[in-house]
């Protein structure tokens, strides 16, 4: 595919070295901050968003280029941003398998026996780590090397694309403290936490810096809205039934982490009064024990939520690729977005 995942990080490498020389400039002590956020961005990820936005872009008839490639993967410092926050948020200890940055800079305190809390610092440090991978995402994207028409093109699809998903961890967080089950407020984060962010705007941005017109814009809305919502509900299922030793995540960390998914609003609806209260007690519980994680996991799967939710990614997954097909794209691109489809929604990690 364009050998695009080792030209991606080899422009995300490029740009953090050089960002490394200017933190060293300021302070040898932000050598820790260069490490940390190079450890996070460049030791995992699927690289789905500039897989997207790439073969977005190719599909608008764009010519393969480095600069487009250094352009897209801006992509990763966004998605760099939001799982740092994202880990902050829900107290995850662990982000593919290391400690999450909160953790690691927890860790430093507490080795180095500074004064404060050891946690206080973790937390500050990431919560500006997070901050300076989304500014740097801009830098990366307005350094990349693309004309000025095509920056212009890009940045509102860009601008919108970090708004929505904000709004969409905010709107995650209120319906964690509201205790919200219903279907619609659970669609609604999936929709804006992820969906839009992972496949929909990635293809936009793509064919906005090809300059593409309005049909195409439309049939990869089409293709990307469903498709994101499909990977979101396989992230899901996987945040409460995957094997730990591929998610690098502790089993059942969303079931602790009282993650109210639409899988979790789905076993709601379907639970009695009995059941639904044990569900409802032991969501959100951190000190939910393994055999408590598999109480819940088979109240959910007990409670028909997990094949609705197999079923609903079919459904999305269907829409998707039929918008696909009909799309007046370059046919090389049209098979590879194929298959990130399939990709994207039939993973274990």
Not at 50 to 59: D, E, I, L, N, V
Not at 62 to 85: F, K, N
Not at 163 to 169: D, I, L, N, R, S
Request: hydrophobic share 45%.
């Amino acid at each position: 595919m364009a050998g695009l995942r080792p030209r991606v990080d080899k422009a995300l490498a490029a740009f953090l070295a050089e960002q490394r020389t200017r933190l060293a400039g300021i302070d040898p002590a932000l050598a820790e901050v260069s490490d940390a956020l190079e450890a996070f961005v460049l030791g995992g990820g699927k690289r789905l968003r500039p897989a997207f936005a790439y073969w977005g872009y190719r599909g608008a008839g764009g010519t393969d280029s480095d600069l487009v490639v250094a352009a897209v993967a801006a992509l990763e410092l966004v998605q760099a941003s939001a799982l740092i926050h994202d880990d902050l948020m829900d107290r995850s200890d662990t982000r593919r398998g290391e400690p999450s940055v909160h953790r690691r800079f927890e860790s430093r305190h507490a080795a180095a026996g500074w004064r404060g809390a050891a946690s206080s610092f973790g937390d500050a440090a990431a919560v500006l780590l997070g901050d300076l991978a989304l500014v740097w995402s801009d830098e990366l994207l307005h350094t990349s090397g693309l004309t000025p028409a095509e920056l212009t093109r890009a940045r509102p699809v860009f601008d919108e694309m970090r708004t929505e998903v904000t709004a969409g961890q905010y709107l995650d967080v209120l319906t964690q403290a509201t205790a919200d089950t219903s279907l619609e407020r659970a669609g609604k984060v999936a929709r804006f936490k992820a969906a839009k962010y992972t496949v929909e705007r990635p293809l936009l941005l793509g064919a906005a810096i090809a300059g593409a017109p309005a049909e195409i814009f439309a049939a990869y809305t089409a293709f990307g809205l469903p498709l994101g919502e499909a990977f979101q509900l396989r992230d899901d299922v996987l945040g409460v039934f995957g094997d730990p030793s591929q998610t690098g995540k502790p089993a059942g960390d969303d079931l602790r982490e009282g993650k109210r998914t639409y899988l979790v609003a789905a076993a709601f609806g379907a639970l009695g009064d009995g059941a639904w209260d044990e569900l409802d007690t032991g969501l959100g519980d951190q000190s939910l024990t393994d055999e408590g994680v598999e109480r819940l996991r088979a109240l959910i799967r007990d409670s028909g939520a997990l094949a609705a939710t197999e079923r609903r990614i079919d459904e999305l997954m269907t829409a998707s690729l039929a918008a696909l097909e009909g799309a007046d794209l370059d046919e090389e691109a049209r098979t590879v977005l194929r298959a990130l489809a399939d990709a994207a929604t039939r993973r274990t990690v």
